[in-house]
């Protein structure tokens, strides 16, 4: 008698076991899992659009021609066509590289044996205009300048020591720039010195 058992015959209980735990394993699943209830999905980050009109002045543009086509080479019937179609030559006038500008400083005292003359204050002071707010106010009197001369008794620099009034004021300024004078002269050198300039204005001019 053989007691050895029989797996053939046991299998198919087997299986009953197994698909009978996997229901059971499932049922309980479904019943302690939290259902999740779902949600619309929205953008986190809202962007509104804004339509404007855009301005007459930009509505009436006109829109360019188009630029010409480019003509095809054709081949000269003689020399003197062909030199009459020649570009002509670019001129690189005007062009020239202009100095760097060195910036001028004078020390506060230079001495000097000869003091600067200014040659042209009549022509400019002729020329000066009165401005008609300080007419009106009957405004008239000196604007105190500092001059910083060059060793050519050219202008450089103006100083406004003491002003008068503002309209008066920037007149002097701006004509005491124009002004020229003889050099300061050191030992027979000229010499760069700051120099004191009184502008002066009279309704009696």
């Known amino acids: 008698m053989d007691n050895g058992v029989d ?23 479904f019943m302690f899992i939290p259902e999740r209830e779902a949600r619309e999905y929205k953008p986190t980050i809202q962007k509104r659009i804004q339509v404007q009109k855009l301005p ?9 021609p188009p630029p010409p086509k480019p003509k095809m080479p054709v081949a000269a019937e003689s020399d003197e066509e062909a030199e009459a179609e020649t570009i002509e030559k670019t ?13 001028f400083n004078i020390p506060p005292f230079v001495p000097y044996d000869t ?11 002729s020329r000066t205009p009165y401005p ?4 009106r106010l009957g405004i008239e009197g000196t604007v105190y300048l500092e001059l910083w001369v060059d060793t050519k008794g050219v202008v450089r620099k103006v100083v406004l020591i003491r002003p008068l009034y503002p309209a008066l004021d920037k007149i002097a300024v701006e004509m005491s720039k124009q002004l020229r004078f003889t050099p300061a002269m050191q030992r027979d050198e000229p010499v ?3 120099l004191s300039f009184p502008y002066t204005f009279s309704l009696e001019d």
Do not use: C, W
């Open 7 to 29: 797996v053939e015959k046991l299998y198919p209980f087997h299986m009953r076991i197994a698909l009978l735990l996997t229901l059971v394993i499932f049922i309980l699943g």
């Open 91 to 103: 001129d690189f006038g005007g062009y020239e590289k202009k100095e760097a500008e060195v910036e």
């Open 56 to 64: 007459p002045q930009l509505k009436n543009i006109v829109k360019p």
């Open 132 to 135: 008609e707010s300080a007419k």
């Open 115 to 125: 003091a600067p003359k200014a040659l042209n204050l009549a022509e400019v002071k």
């Open 192 to 194: 760069a010195v700051r």
